[in-house]
């Protein structure tokens, strides 16, 4: 590894082979240097790491119903439609 300033030359292993020609393919598409788009993940990356994930509906877990509570809606019904 090597700087030129604040530029820093390195050299990286253990890199998917497929995730990295589609990077690539990206950085291209959007007129950025691999070093830049690199860059950008990173940052981007760092930004994140830390953030908590939004709830959504379908992080929900189904749960069984107590035999106490298993004809509450029909219980509920007799009340209301009496």
Same mark, same amino acid.
């Given at each position: 590894m090597y =700087?030129? !300033?604040e530029i820093m030359q390195l050299s990286v292993k253990d890199v998917d082979a497929s %995730?990295? &020609?589609e990077f690539k393919a990206e950085s291209v598409r959007? !007129?950025?240097k691999i070093g830049k788009g690199l860059t950008l993940a990173m940052e981007f990356w760092l930004r994140n790491k830390n953030q908590k994930k939004k709830a959504s509906i379908l992080d929900f877990e189904p749960?069984?119903? @107590? &035999? @106490?509570?298993? &004809? %509450?809606s029909e219980k509920l019904d007799d009340v %209301? =439609? @009496?």
């Open positions: =700087y030129l !300033g %995730v990295f &020609k959007d !007129g950025l749960s069984l119903w @107590e &035999k @106490e509570t298993a &004809k %509450v %209301v =439609y @009496e």
